[in-house]
């Protein structure tokens, strides 16, 4: 039975478009059609992979960049000036730049409530970001969805084919790589993504390790972050939040 997960924090096909705006720095305005495409299905092949419910508008976006690209190889009408014709980005462009706006104005509210927030005695515990900042001053950035798949894609590139085989079954699982994260944890105050990753023997358990930090993202466990954009991926505890007994971890199979 297929395992399917639904994040809390759901992020659309324009965020992803501007993760990959923002991760090859391009500009906004100029937008390789071609380049984006592809990497744009990279990332939709991944995210079927894993069962995630969130392909279906991802996929109508798909559509878009396709019907974009195929304009784009026409040939130019003859019957039409240069100052005449419209760039087939122009549309999307124009929904990217709203987007953003949008996204930029909701982050400034969300910046002027956390401000607010401080200004009345709360008691969170800290201790799961404590430990690992090593200057007070230094900012962290929760990994997005996109941050994610990004590291697994570029764990299984990684992963070397294998030229011979031994039929044996292999025996991982969701629950298991939950409560292997878990206790990584338990020794160690951060892990790093790719690390988790490279202990892996195979692209199944990657992909089980995958679905299991999503499957402890959503139940709150753990929390994911990077000190830059794009950088590597450190998980920690959640101690903010109160762990549910062993017992309660869901039972899914890889």
Request: include cysteine; charged fraction near 25%; proline fraction near 4%.
């Amino acid at each position: 039975m297929p395992y399917k997960i639904q994040l809390e924090k759901f992020e659309g096909p324009l965020d992803l478009l501007l993760y990959l705006i923002k991760k090859d720095d391009i500009d906004i305005c100029d937008i390789p059609i071609a380049t984006i495409t592809d990497q744009y299905m990279g990332y939709i092949t991944t995210m079927q992979l894993l069962n995630l419910e969130v392909v279906g508008d991802f996929l109508v976006m798909a559509a878009t960049l396709m019907q974009i690209k195929s304009k784009m190889l026409l040939p130019a009408d003859p019957l039409t000036g240069p100052e005449e014709a419209e760039d087939p980005r122009s549309e999307l462009v124009r929904r990217l730049q709203e987007y953003q706006q949008f996204k930029q104005i909701a982050e400034n509210l969300k910046e002027k409530e956390a401000f607010r927030q401080t200004l009345f005695t709360r008691l969170v515990d800290q201790e799961a970001l404590d430990e690992i900042k090593e200057d007070s001053k230094e900012v962290f950035i929760e990994a997005s969805l996109f941050d994610l798949i990004n590291a697994l894609n570029t764990a299984l590139i990684k992963v070397p084919e294998k030229q011979t085989y031994q039929v044996h079954e292999d025996q991982f699982t969701i629950e298991g790589q939950t409560h292997a994260i878990l206790h990584s944890l338990v020794g160690s105050p951060k892990i790093f993504m790719a690390e988790l990753f490279s202990k892996a023997s195979c692209k199944i358990e990657i992909i089980c390790t995958f679905v299991a930090i999503l499957e402890l993202i959503r139940l709150k466990e753990i929390l994911a972050f990077q000190r830059r954009a794009f950088d590597d991926i450190e998980i920690v505890r959640n101690f903010s939040h109160e762990a549910a007994p062993s017992g309660d971890l869901p039972n899914h199979q890889g």
